[in-house]
């Protein structure tokens, strides 16, 4: 060992050590600020799955690569960071000797060559990731970008050290060549041998070239350690615990469909026996979020995918999910040296801490304390009451988070303690909570009228108790029984069903809402007692029947979500299928015949409870294929004409959430941009599958001018034009011109 090798081993192993206990110092913390949630012990069910998840959507990276470029070269950057310590680990061989290197592997050629193509790609996709960055700087022309309020030095940093890490292991392997000690030939590391070509035989630049590369390594853990709110790096190593323990590792997209139940030390509330004294209703305070929660908030990256796709984001409003996550992180971590002292609130607002112990407090952590989670600037809020409730709980979040953060149920947390505790809810939602409570519907409507949509059609809808032989329970919902659009779209589900020999039955005044917009809008309470009402309701119907027996068709997204997914919690299992799926099958089984054409073109928009949330995408689009084309198989003019966002990225009519009875304030309406995105086909008919959808586009429609040259209508209308063309003329759904 020479004089330079001696300099070079004792300053890599020194900024190691250094480095080393840095983020071990770092992890500590971390961990303990995560153990400071309140427990969950949903999260740790079914480890194989949950295994299997995690290497899907790491090593496969099935999310990430929905965006093809930034997921195939993240992919390679990923890869090449794992596969490629592996040279770092091979630096510190080299700063002992110029012709060290990794023991066992080191001399195989296929190793060589593995790695030698790793970097190459790695240097590629880490400039690829690199110009998208700068492409989408927030201080470029043209509005908003995904990145805005991301930190973008961090970004560049650890960019940066991967594109040096990458080069300086070009240099290393040059200079063996150089020096005629390198073990792979030119076939193996083609790059390499022509870094060596160039390159002086210099037998120190080994070494020296391999403490540069360990100097650079260490620097970027020793700048993480000691940011430990640094997403974008810390994301690469808290990712495969996220996944791991998100809340359903079996579905498509974990996060969505229901909704967590409202739990108090992890175990769901009984409304029955809580005490808001005793019992946690909602959250309150960073540290009343699930340790899972706090997980969520350390492992977001930044990326601003979320963000991107974030209806309220994309019309000027001030909800950002991703701007939502940060502060929470943010503010976890900078109140967590005063939780870990013993301070905090107990439920009743009481300090937990003595006098003796917040003396000896950090001052910065106090203040932070003293900040209301929910408030205004002014109230030195960490999330403004705007941003909670311009939620449309759409998912578009959720569907996109690479890491799978459940923002929606960290939102509805929150609404959770403003309504139930704070009584701190927008003032016009006030009156669809009453009518909820009072009339079991949101309209406040008479529950006598339930049935009035039956009224003129030309054959008896039977109601449950008067036949037992039904196959289907229709589930109407609110909309389909009072709103006139929905009426519609319900006799016209009806009578396909007829139609096509389906033997079906309704609840009638027997039938309440189904909750969602209570749950969406925090009021779990109310939405409890409409849930068990229903689920007694239906369980008496469906009294004696097996699983597979007791079916429901709902022409809501909404309540089929809730049916389906919610009421499981309060002891309903029902199969529940949304009327679009039934009318696909009837379609495909013949039970339904298109004989005539739909011309003009259409263009589908798919509800955010039926596509994201359930899965649903294809079923609508075969109705609308099979009408578009009528019985002889030719195509209308126009054909099924896609919006560019859709299926999954389709973008929210702005009414999920309890949106439907709050006011829109704020930037651009939701539904017009929407209805523009629809009128910019061509397309003279909007379908849609959701009464709510129908509403909201419907009055973008009017609202635009536009109620002469475009028509929503819903799915079913669609087909039974289709079916019955005789019918077509009662059955319009056009939305009136504005006057």
């Known amino acids: 060992m020479g004089s330079v090798q001696i300099v070079t081993t004792i300053l890599a192993f020194a900024i190691t050590a250094v480095a080393v206990w840095l983020a071990v110092r770092a992890v500590m913390k971390m961990v303990a600020v995560i153990r400071l949630g309140q427990p969950d012990p949903t999260r740790f069910g079914d480890p194989g799955t949950r295994t299997k998840t995690m290497l899907a959507e790491t090593a496969g990276h099935t999310r990430m690569l929905r965006w093809s470029v930034v997921g195939a070269a993240h992919w390679f950057v990923m890869v090449g960071f794992i596969v490629l310590s592996l040279l770092v680990l091979e630096a510190y061989f080299e700063v002992v000797s110029p012709t060290g290197g990794l023991p066992l592997v080191g001399d195989w050629a296929i190793y060589g060559l593995v790695t030698e193509w790793l970097a190459i790609l790695g240097i590629v996709s880490i400039l690829v990731l690199i110009a998208i960055r700068l492409r989408n700087r927030p201080t470029r022309p043209g509005g908003r970008s995904r990145f805005t309020g991301s930190t973008m030095w961090q970004g560049y940093f650890v960019e940066g050290i991967i594109l040096a890490v990458l080069i300086m292991g070009f240099v290393i392997r040059g200079f063996k060549v150089a020096t005629d000690h390198f073990e792979y030939p030119v076939w193996a590391a083609p790059l390499s041998h022509a870094v060596g070509g160039v390159l002086p035989n210099w037998a120190a630049g080994v070494s020296l070239a391999a403490l540069v590369k360990i100097v650079i390594s260490m620097t970027w853990l020793i700048v993480i350690s000691l940011n430990v709110t640094m997403g974008v790096a810390w994301h690469r190593f808290l990712a495969f615990f996220n996944i791991f323990f998100k809340r359903d590792p079996g579905a498509n997209v974990s996060g969505l469909g229901a909704l967590r139940p409202m739990t108090s030390q992890g175990k769901p509330l009984d409304f029955e026996e809580a005490d808001p004294e005793k019992d946690q209703f909602g959250v309150a305070q960073v540290e ?8 969520d908030f350390s492992t977001c990256t930044e990326c601003g995918r979320c963000q991107s796709q974030c209806p309220a984001w994309n019309t000027g409003k001030p909800l950002s999910p991703k ?7 943010d503010h976890a971590y900078a109140k967590a040296p005063y ?8 439920l009743t607002g009481e300090e937990k801490a003595t006098a003796a112990q917040l003396a000896h407090m950090d001052v910065l952590a106090l203040a932070e304390a003293d900040r209301p989670l929910i408030g205004t600037a002014e109230e030195g809020g960490i999330i403004d009451p705007d941003v909670l ?8 979040c959720v569907e996109q988070c690479p890491v799978d953060i459940e923002h929606v149920d960290h939102i509805v947390d929150m609404r959770r303690y403003q309504v139930l505790i704070e009584s701190s809810f927008p003032s016009e939602a ?17 529950q006598n009228t339930r049935e009035d949509w039956t009224k003129g059609l030309d054959f008896e809808v039977p109601r449950v108790g008067e036949v037992d032989d039904f196959e289907y329970l229709f589930w109407v919902g609110c909309a389909g029984a009072f ?11 009806a009578t396909l069903l007829n139609e096509a020999g389906v033997k079906f039955a309704i609840l009638g005044e027997g039938e309440t809402c189904s909750g969602d917009p209570a749950r969406r809008i925090g009021n779990e309470f109310v939405f409890q007692m409409l849930a068990q009402q229903n689920v007694e309701t239906l369980n008496e119907a469906f009294e004696g029947r097996e699983q597979s027996k007791r079916k429901i068709v709902a022409t809501c997204p909404h309540c089929f979500n809730t049916l389906g997914n919610e009421y499981g919690q309060l002891g309903g299992e029902f199969e529940v299928v949304h009327h679009t799926q039934l009318l696909a099958h009837l379609v495909a089984t013949g039970k339904l015949t298109p004989v005539q054409p739909v011309d003009g073109g259409v263009t589908y928009h798919d509800p955010c409870y039926l596509g994201r949330h359930n899965r649903v995408f294809a079923p609508p689009r075969e109705v609308l294929g099979s009408a578009i084309a009528g019985g002889d198989g030719a195509s209308g003019d126009g054909g099924l004409i896609e919006m560019p966002r859709n299926s999954e990225r389709s973008f929210c009519c702005g009414a999920g959430g309890a949106r439907m009875w709050m006011e829109e304030k704020v930037g651009k309406r939701i539904n017009v941009d929407r209805v523009e995105e629809a009128m910019s086909t061509g397309a003279k008919t909007v379908a849609v599958g959701c009464p709510f959808c129908s509403t909201m586009l419907n009055d973008g429609v009017n609202g635009k001018g536009a109620g002469e040259q475009v028509e929503v209508v819903d799915v079913a209308s669609v087909l039974l034009r289709s079916v019955k063309p005789e019918q077509a003329p009662g059955d319009t759904e056009r939305a009136p011109v504005a006057g």
């Open 288 to 295: 009343q979020f699930t340790w899972k929660g706090l997980l």
């Open 323 to 329: 701007l939502l996550v940060l502060s929470l992180r």
């Open 339 to 346: 939780l870990l002292a013993g301070g905090g609130k107990d």
């Open 389 to 396: 409730w311009s939620c449309t709980t759409c998912g578009a």
């Open 430 to 446: 006030g009156v669809m909570l009453r009518n909820l409570e009072n009339k079991g519907n949101p309209w406040g409507a008479p």
């Open 483 to 493: 709103e006139d659009r929905a009426k519609k779209t319900t006799r016209a589900v």
